[in-house]
């Protein structure tokens, strides 16, 4: 990333058993970080200069062609795609995932959802408002509407529940809430959704929880483009 002042990657990666290869303003890398260090994983970051443009180097596209972060590297395994990474690791970890087919219907519906909906559009729309110096007003707007209406969703589905998909922690929850702790670049007060904010609190108050700009390297944020 440009600048003088970025975190330097606090380990070794080759030193651990998972290496994740992410930075800190990565909602979808924030996931699988989060969920290794909730487990309590011998895992590292591996740092993805994203905005000095590494993931479009020929290098970077022989780690992931698709030219996106999180990669997680695992026993000679390199995975990409956050939702695939979470689920690999639920069973590795045997920790968030599913008990019974059920269970697995439902997280894996949670999870088309995130990726379709509520990381799609929030994700666009914190970029627009913290990354770009000069954004359409237009667009905007109505990505902001978008996302909005996927919030609204996931706050009406929390009603009465503690977590999302189970009545504990899996990794439905853990991908939903990947962008949602960047509430302050994204311009929202939780408090709008009391369901959705008493559910991130519960994720919050979990043993080992780091914000994403604690647990991955790469901030401070880069300037505005």
């Known amino acids: 990333m440009a600048g003088d002042d970025v975190q330097a990657v606090p380990a070794p990666a080759a030193a651990r058993e998972y290496t994740l290869h992410c930075f ?5 890398a924030y996931k699988p970080a989060l969920m290794l260090e909730l487990a309590g994983a011998d895992w590292a970051p591996r740092f993805v200069d994203y905005f ?11 780690i992931n ?10 026993r000679g395994r390199q ?4 939702g695939v990474i979470l689920d690999y690791l639920a069973s590795t970890l045997a920790q968030f995932g599913p008990d019974g087919d059920d269970e697995r219907r439902e997280i894996l519906r949670w999870l088309l959802f995130d990726n379709h909906k509520l990381t799609s559009y929030t994700a666009t729309y914190r970029f627009l408002r913290a990354f770009v110096a000069h954004p359409d007003p237009a667009v905007t707007e109505e990505f902001g509407k978008r ?23 899996t990794i439905a929850d ?25 559910w991130l609190a519960r994720i919050r108050e979990r043993p080992r929880w780091k914000h994403p700009y604690e647990l991955m390297p790469g901030h401070p944020r880069p300037v505005v483009a």
């Open 24 to 28: 800190a303003q990565s909602g979808n």
């Open 79 to 82: 995975l990409s795609q956050s």
């Open 147 to 169: 996302a909005k209406a996927a919030w609204e969703v996931l706050n009406a589905h929390l009603a009465g529940r503690r977590f999302v998909a189970a009545d504990r922690l």
């Open 65 to 74: 062609v698709m030219g996106e972060a999180p990669v997680l590297e695992h």
């Open 52 to 62: 000095g443009g590494e993931t479009r180097t020929p290098a970077y596209r022989a």
């Open 174 to 198: 853990l991908s939903l809430c990947g962008y949602l702790f960047f509430d302050d670049e994204i311009g929202v007060d939780w408090n709008a959704y009391p369901h959705l904010c008493a």
